[in-house]
């Protein structure tokens, strides 16, 4: 196994390819964990963190589809999520730049 934080910090920010294609942020980043979780050294780690999470944010947004009749909160749901799914991915890169291994908060355990 080799250390390659690079392609960590590349995993932890492909999920922000959604903001120019409008998807992938799932597909992207589990492509890669799933190709290289047994030759790059914590790459299995990183990688269940990032798919946990990006598993859990969809089911948010599934969450926030009903509330959108109740008062328009799932408005101000998928606004939260939103700004969620654009700040951790991008603050849990820089802890991989620094050899940490970073938590995504609200993510459920789809992946152990």
């Not at 080799?2 to 992938?24: A, K, P, Y």
């Not at 047994?38 to 009903?66: R, T």
């Not at 654009?86 to 890169?93: D, G, L």
Request: glycine letters at 8%; one cysteine or more; hydrophobic letters at 55%.
């Amino acid at each position: 196994m080799r250390e390659d934080r690079q392609l960590i910090v590349i995993t932890h920010l492909s999920q922000l390819v959604t903001l120019i294609t409008g998807f992938g942020s799932l597909i992207l980043p589990l492509i890669l964990w799933v190709t290289q979780k047994e030759k790059v050294y914590q790459m299995d780690a990183h990688g269940k963190n990032i798919i946990n999470f990006q598993l859990s944010l969809i089911v948010y947004c599934i969450i926030c589809v009903p509330l959108i009749l109740l008062f328009g909160l799932g408005l101000l749901g998928f606004l939260v999520l939103g700004v969620i799914a654009i700040i951790f991915p991008i603050i849990n890169a820089i802890k991989a730049s620094n050899g940490e291994t970073p938590t995504y908060p609200l993510s459920f355990n789809f992946i152990s």
